[in-house]
């Protein structure tokens, strides 16, 4: 593709009916775009996007408290005694360390580099578990957006994505199988993701990660990728991404950045997740996977399940 000059950008984006990047990201996009909707009613989404493609749900966080008040003062204040544990390194190492969550924050904002090598980051992380009284601050949470087995005590399904400007989070996709609504609270977020069908050109290990870095991919290296079809977007604060089972995603934060996911199946979902994990064996996730049937098909509630899903948490 030619490169355009700045002053053209803007039309392209108009044209395209696309809304600009913030100037310091002005940069034509590698991928063409993930489908952006900005007033996507439940029932269309899961009329036309569950289980089909992703889809990103521009501003539907914007009534959150948390998007105003979570500063640094405030987090301190209400995390005072609380101590986080984050990962080091390359999260698929599960090498992690507890640390007093204000201590995480100063890191986080902090552009002393001498922990940097270390590369902290609070991912996957039960935030809601430790700090209860931060679940009113995610109140009105568009619930409508996910199964109803999940949505009386959505917080115990939450997991927090907390980190510096430049984190990675490496191409993968979800073990469990399921549906994944990511919620956007602070800063710029890259994602590029590709559907299920492009995993034979993603070059996977152990299951479901891949060394291939789709933002500059080496096609030398990863020869296959040329045939994939990768999206992008960027997401900011307000916004809610969608993916469906399997998505391969690969993660960057643009800026220092607050998400939060929730994994959710609905009857379909799980089942094929049952299929998918008996037949490779994977069967501490396939057993994750029956606690949910469980609840989804049986309605049997989460707060009796929730006890036995311990298991997809010590594995996270």
């Known amino acids: 593709m030619p490169k355009l000059k700045e002053e053209n950008m803007h039309n392209l984006f108009r044209e395209k009916n696309i809304s600009p990047l913030p100037r310091k990201n002005l940069t034509l996009p590698k991928y063409p775009l993930v489908d952006e909707q900005y007033h996507l009613t439940p029932y269309k989404f899961f009329k036309e996007y569950v289980g089909r493609k992703p889809v990103v749900i521009k501003g539907l966080l914007k009534n959150l408290p948390a998007l105003k008040k979570w500063n640094s003062e405030y987090l301190k204040k209400v995390g005072e005694f609380t101590t986080v544990r984050v990962k080091k390194g390359h999260p698929k190492k599960k090498i992690t360390e507890a640390i007093p969550f204000s201590d995480y924050l100063d890191y986080v904002e902090s552009n ?13 992380f039960r935030l809601l578990k430790v700090m209860e009284n931060l679940k009113e601050d995610l109140i009105p949470i568009p619930l409508s957006y996910i199964s109803p087995w999940y949505r009386p ?7 927090f994505f907390w980190g510096k400007a430049g984190s990675i989070t490496s191409m993968h996709f979800d073990v469990l199988g399921a549906h994944n609504l990511f919620f956007h609270l602070k800063g710029q977020k890259k994602f590029i993701i590709l559907d299920k069908k492009d995993v034979p050109y993603c070059y996977l290990y152990d299951y479901n990660h891949s060394t291939l870095d789709p933002e500059n991919p080496d096609l030398e290296e990863f020869p296959l990728f040329r045939h994939s079809s990768p999206l992008e977007t960027t997401l900011e604060a307000g916004d809610v991404l969608y993916m469906p089972p399997h998505t391969l995603h690969y993660v960057r934060s643009i800026d220092n950045c607050i998400s939060f996911n929730i994994d959710w199946h609905t009857s379909k979902s799980v089942l094929k997740a049952l299929l998918h994990l008996g037949v490779r064996r994977k069967y501490n ?13 049986f309605k049997i509630p989460a707060k009796i399940l929730d006890p036995l899903y311990k298991k997809y948490y010590e594995y996270l």
């Open 112 to 124: 002393d580099l001498s922990r940097n090598p270390e590369k902290l980051y609070l991912h996957d």
């Open 153 to 159: 005590n959505w917080w115990d399904h939450v997991l």
């Open 285 to 297: 996730l396939f057993y994750c996977n029956v606690i949910c049937a469980l609840g989804v098909i």
